[in-house]
């Protein structure tokens, strides 16, 4: 337990800031039996639903027969990834209330696929994003262009839940951060290529709610403890511990669109929706998933609050994400702080594990069905590649905040699968060669800011270039509408057929007469 | 409103219910995208389709301003209302309420109108399109 203050402080050279008592840590042993379990459980019920999923079509999106309570839970646990239960909090404890745009915005961006995305992508009947590119513009070089976007937004977001994991495990056990990333990768590649899609189903409903539970009891404990013992506050709310300066009108505004238009991109969130029975409950399940995400987002913001009341020392520390992690130690201490301790780390553990086995689901989803041929047994392969790949990335680069690495991941999909979706879906104008064109821009404008951010190092980046959302978003558009348009001719003969497939009720209900 | 009749083909015998799960992925050259929309293939059908289409992107594009304007006009009032942000309630400052509660009841409540108006666009549509 000492060994894991000591590795702790030692990738911290500002960790001589913390304030010096016990509560810097999380008890080791507790918190390796909270991750026992959650991985233990996670496996059981994976392998429950192995005994029910035999076809390819289980296999892929779990025969389409998905109460929408059950998709709904399923869908929020699989959104709420490591930025949502880690490093939502942090930012909060660093920048006030300019990062709590973070929270509204996945929900807020939940709202968009909604409105604009949910019912019509079910009525494609598509497995993939690939494949309804595919079928919407009849062209197997957009499905392929479609394809690597999706993957990439897919590798680029299973990085950063590694990353979560590295640094939970890190500072929950004191063992080496590799381990965590690890651990992560073979519990997902084994309940994936186990059960599909059906258990995964089941995985993530309950990750959902285990979520939900690690990270309310904690904070509702200690919100009570605190009001019990009229503990004075260490700090005002609006006061900043870190003093670094507030974000800008601009890159609030380009967080905004990134998580407004990211959101109805990500694969893992999509292939979700080829789970409900109808456009209609597509549409029911989305409504029960934004009740859920408000509430949890409620959470991270009191954590965020507490903390920068109570134990602004923590922001100071230099690892913003670990605060969940370290404020019920901080603030209760003794046994109970280590009882809750463990079950943040548990929640934590699940965040990452529903995240990125949702994602890998998705992925060789895309990987098999465009390389592999579309079997299970390609479905199985395909699940290892997806998830190899990100763990390599996890190992060459080093953890930035949780929130604003995810926060880059949403401005991608933003710029490359979202105006591809939401043309496609509502223009009857959209053609090949602008779908590939605006992808392709979106994907080299975001990519290339991306990358220079990165080679520049956080702090050094220009707004713009930090959060590239706002130009690169309109940029992909616009080459979209404008290519499509010079290449109007190229609109396929199917279009009208498919238009009203996407948008007309699944059937004339000949039930009710 | 007076109703017009439809004399497209598919209207006697309606479309079959798909069992779900009966798709295959390796058949995906055909297109999962086929076979129900064949029956409104018609120009009348065709109509209905369009004005069903602009009816929801207009919700659609409605609901989504309207949010956007609200959750615009929450920082405005913060900044505009000076001592507002510091002012709050049981010690937590209203500016924290208002973005970390306040926006999302708006979200759920933009969310719960557009289902609802969009399953009405879709009713009337199988008025106009479904029925002899």
Known sequence: MRRATATWLANNDSGNNLPACGGDRVSAGVALAAIAVVTVATAVIGFYGLRISRTTSDFYVASRTVRPWWNASAIGGEYLSAASFLGVAGLILLSGTDALWFPVGYTAGYLMLLLFVAAPLRRSGAYTIPDFTEARLASPAVRRVTSLAVVTVGWLYIVPQLHGAALTIRIATGLPSWVGSVAVVVVVCLTVVAGGMRSITFVQAFQYWLKLTALAVPILFIIFVLAGNETEPLAAPAANPTGAPPAGLYQNVSLLVALLFGTLGLPHVLVRFYTNPDGHSARRTTLIVLGLLSVFYLFPTAYGLVARVFAPGLARAGQPDAMVLLLPGQLLGGVAGDLLSALVVAGAFAAFLSTTSGLVVSLAGVISQDVLGGSVRGFRLAAVMAVVVPLGFAFMTDSLALAGSVGLVFAFTASTVCPVLLLGIWWRGLTDAGAIAGMLTGGVLCGGAMVVGAVAGTGQTPPWLAQPAAWTVPAAFAVMVVVSRATAHRVPASMPRIMTRLHTPERPLATER | ?132
């Open chain 2, 1 to 132: 409103m007076t109703r017009v009749r439809v004399t497209a083909p598919h209207t006697a015998q309606g479309i079959p219910a798909r069992t779900p799960g009966q798709r295959i992925p390796n058949q995906r050259t055909a297109g999962p995208l086929e076979s129900r929309e064949a029956a409104q293939d018609s120009e009348v059908g065709q109509v209905f389709v369009r004005s069903l289409i602009r009816s929801q992107l207009r919700l659609a594009l409605v609901v989504a301003g309207g949010f956007l304007l609200i959750l615009a006009a929450f920082p405005l009032v913060l900044v505009l209302v000076p001592g507002l942000a510091e002012s709050g309630i049981a010690g937590i400052p209203f500016g924290w309420l208002l973005l970390g509660v306040g926006t999302y009841p708006v979200i759920g409540l933009s969310a719960w109108l557009y289902v609802r108006t969009a399953a009405r666009n879709e009713a009337r549509y199988r008025d106009l399109a479904g029925e002899q």
